[in-house]
């Protein structure tokens, strides 16, 4: 028989050349990604740009979704497909992304009413203001970057998110274990926003606790992205209208 990893260290009963298939996964696969972007973010001594919004959405979202894929296949040895935990059907996974919309949208409100208040005057980084304006003095981008783009960004998001819980719940598939998985995956995902401000970064913390309880309870990807997707797409036409 071969040698397995004891359950007392709370890591699953897997071969361990299985176990560093999912860390080195997790290394490769998304540490980079978020690494980068938080760095960055700390780093930038200049306003957010639109060029290098666009920039993410279109060369790094794409390189992000490849390199994930790539790694699943050829590295962990599994089908994309599995990244669903659960079977489900086209008809059910649209019903899921309508109620997790509504859930989305509900959270926000609440959450950016009440953060409000102990982060006052704790708005977002003007130069995102400046960005959103530009965008909608663009009809042209307007239209590519909610057709398109954002749908890039919010697979990529939701892949990266997926990605990561399954392989940690691969490791630690323990009720405290996946616990310990969902905030951490929460915690990275607010932390690449930081450039929105305090109380953004706590909102997509939330939102990103959310979409992982909801990865965790139901198994599925496809309605995470689409209501990611749906809701960044009604955030940036609605501030659109609001700026004409």
Not at 75 to 96: F, I, Q, T, V, W
Not at 141 to 168: K, M, Q, T, Y
Not at 212 to 240: D, E, K
Request: aromatic residues 10%; proline residues 6%; charged residues 15%.
């Amino acid at each position: 028989m071969p040698t397995t990893i004891s359950e007392s260290s709370g890591i699953s009963r897997a071969k361990p050349v299985r176990v560093r298939v999912q860390l080195l996964a997790v290394l490769l696969g998304v540490l980079p990604l978020y690494t980068t972007l938080i760095l960055y973010q700390l780093r930038r001594d200049e306003p957010l740009s639109l060029e290098g919004f666009v920039f993410y959405l279109a060369v790094i979202s794409p390189v992000a979704i490849v390199i994930a894929f790539l790694l699943l296949r050829f590295l962990c040895k599994e089908n994309p497909r599995d990244l669903n935990l659960k079977p489900g059907k086209l008809k059910s996974d649209l019903l899921a992304t309508l109620i997790l919309i509504l859930v989305i949208l509900v959270f926000n409100v609440v959450s950016n009413h009440f953060l409000a208040k102990p982060f006052p005057g704790a708005a977002s980084d003007p130069s995102v203001r400046n960005l959103f304006e530009n965008l909608a003095s663009n009809p042209g981008l307007l239209a590519l970057f909610v057709s398109l783009l954002l749908l890039l960004g919010a697979i990529s998001e939701e892949l990266i998110r997926v990605f990561l819980l399954s392989r940690l719940w691969k490791l630690w598939p323990s009720a405290k274990g996946k616990a310990v998985a969902v905030v951490i995956s929460a915690c990275l995902f607010g932390l690449i926003h930081v450039y929105r401000g305090p109380i953004h970064v706590i909102w997509t913390a939330v939102f990103g606790l959310l979409m992982a309880l909801w990865y965790l309870r139901f198994g599925r990807a496809v309605p995470l992205i689409l209501a990611h997707y749906v809701t960044n797409a009604l955030q940036v036409v609605v501030f659109a209208i609001l700026v004409q």
